[in-house]
């Protein structure tokens, strides 16, 4: 269910959330707007941002424990982390076109909201923390729903 105390692997997955999107705030696509975004999915997005960020620093259950299987979830979790900066990395050397931002990743869609939401959902599988894992599907529904959403309008714009 979750242990209450400071949680360091959470608050290195935010820093790891937050550092590009705080550099992308002045490198945004050219075109890019939030304008016309489904209410109930931002809706979505924030509740799930606020419930995924409070509980990866408030539950201790996400620290490194004595290598067992289950410690494979938590590989599994920081290695999409690292994929999420590698994309950044693209981005960021990128023109920064819409088409750079929504594209694809090593075959990954939308990979600015889906390899975050997927790395968060499985350190909830790690700590064995279900409010972790039901704040990340609710973030997920939004964030990535919202992308989906402005990839299909930029190709229907085409």
Same mark, same amino acid.
């Given at each position: 269910? !979750?242990?209450? !105390?400071?949680?360091?692997?959470?608050?290195?997955?935010?820093?790891?959330?937050? /550092?590009?999107?705080? /550099?992308?705030?002045?490198?945004?696509?050219?075109?890019?707007?939030? +304008?016309?975004?489904?209410?109930?999915?931002?809706?979505?997005?924030?509740? !799930?941002? +606020?419930?995924?960020?409070?509980? +990866?620093?408030?539950?201790?259950?996400?620290?490194?424990?004595?290598?067992?299987?289950?410690?494979?979830?938590?590989?599994?979790?920081?290695?999409?982390?690292?994929?999420?900066?590698?994309?950044?990395?693209?981005?960021?050397?990128?023109?920064?076109?819409?088409?750079?931002?929504?594209?694809?990743?090593?075959?990954?869609?939308?990979? !600015?909201?889906?390899?975050? +939401?997927?790395?968060?959902?499985?350190l909830g599988i790690?700590?064995?923390?279900?409010?972790?894992?039901?704040?990340?599907?609710?973030?997920?529904?939004?964030?990535?729903?919202?992308?989906?959403?402005?990839?299909?309008?930029?190709?229907?714009?085409?």
């Open positions: 269910m !979750g242990h209450l !105390g400071f949680s360091y692997i959470g608050l290195v997955f935010l820093l790891m959330l937050f /550092i590009p999107n705080l /550099i992308w705030a002045k490198h945004q696509p050219e075109g890019y707007t939030a +304008v016309h975004e489904n209410r109930i999915l931002v809706l979505c997005e924030r509740i !799930g941002q +606020v419930l995924t960020t409070t509980c +990866v620093l408030i539950f201790d259950d996400f620290n490194l424990k004595p290598w067992h299987s289950w410690s494979l979830w938590l590989v599994l979790a920081i290695g999409l982390m690292i994929l999420y900066e590698m994309w950044w990395i693209h981005y960021f050397k990128s023109p920064k076109t819409l088409k750079d931002f929504y594209g694809r990743f090593f075959g990954i869609p939308f990979p !600015g909201a889906t390899l975050p +939401v997927a790395a968060f959902f499985l790690y700590g064995r923390v279900i409010w972790l894992m039901l704040a990340t599907l609710l973030l997920g529904i939004g964030h990535i729903t919202i992308h989906w959403n402005h990839a299909r309008s930029i190709h229907e714009e085409r």
